[in-house]
């Protein structure tokens, strides 16, 4: 059946390493998403992408980026992990009818 | 940009009463509106959408409502069970196939 999945499910780090979250599709959607998920925000956009080698910032996109390199991954790196990027990441992907199918996610600790 | 805020934060019903969560947004030219359900520790879950150009979608015990004139939609859930207790989340469209998502509503259904 075709899913989307994240990896890895948990990761401890240290403030300073550089950290990259994996995310995998099988459905074939062009479109898809990064989000972040902190009490009393919601999901808050990453990054986006809608298709091979294109990538936009979405609203908390500072410390972060990714690629496209194919439709199915969109990897997510932290460039240099903080404190405050401590949180629960949700990647999600969508066809052109807007639907958007979650990810199991992955919980990110920067100590 | 695009504005969605829910009401009310935390919700307790009874078993077998009804939930009813609304939603609102700000931007007239929104035309998707889903929700979604997210369980303690899991990923949020598609239960039902709606288009602009319908007022009410119904699915077994849930249904949304929608009011563009007012901005406005609303989830609701008759016959409330105790695994409805969860986290709910509204999103509306922002175009190019992004989402803005509520804060979300905590749902208690007492037994």
Known sequence: DAEITQSPR???????????????????????????????????????SYGVQDTNKGEVSDGYSVSRSNTEDLPLTLESAASSQTSVYFCASSNDRIEQFFGPGTRLTVL | GENVEQH?????????????IKCTYSD??????????????????????IRSNVGEKKDQRIAVTLNK????????????????????FCAASLGNNRLAFGKGNQVVVIP
């Open chain 2, 69 to 88: 004139t007012a901005k406005h939609f609303s989830l609701h859930i008759t016959e409330t069970q105790p695994e409805d207790s969860a986290v709910y």
């Open chain 1, 10 to 48: 948990h990761k401890i780090t240290e403030t300073g390493r550089q950290v990259t979250l994996a995310c995998h599709q099988t459905w074939n959607h062009n479109n898809m998403f990064w989000y972040r998920q902190d009490l009393g925000h919601g999901l808050r956009l990453i990054h986006y």
């Open chain 2, 28 to 49: 007239s030219a929104s035309n998707y509106f889903p929700w979604y359900k997210q369980e303690l520790g899991k990923r949020p879950q598609l239960i039902i959408d």
């Open chain 2, 8 to 20: 009310p934060s935390t919700l307790s019903v009874q078993e077998g009463d009804s939930a009813v």
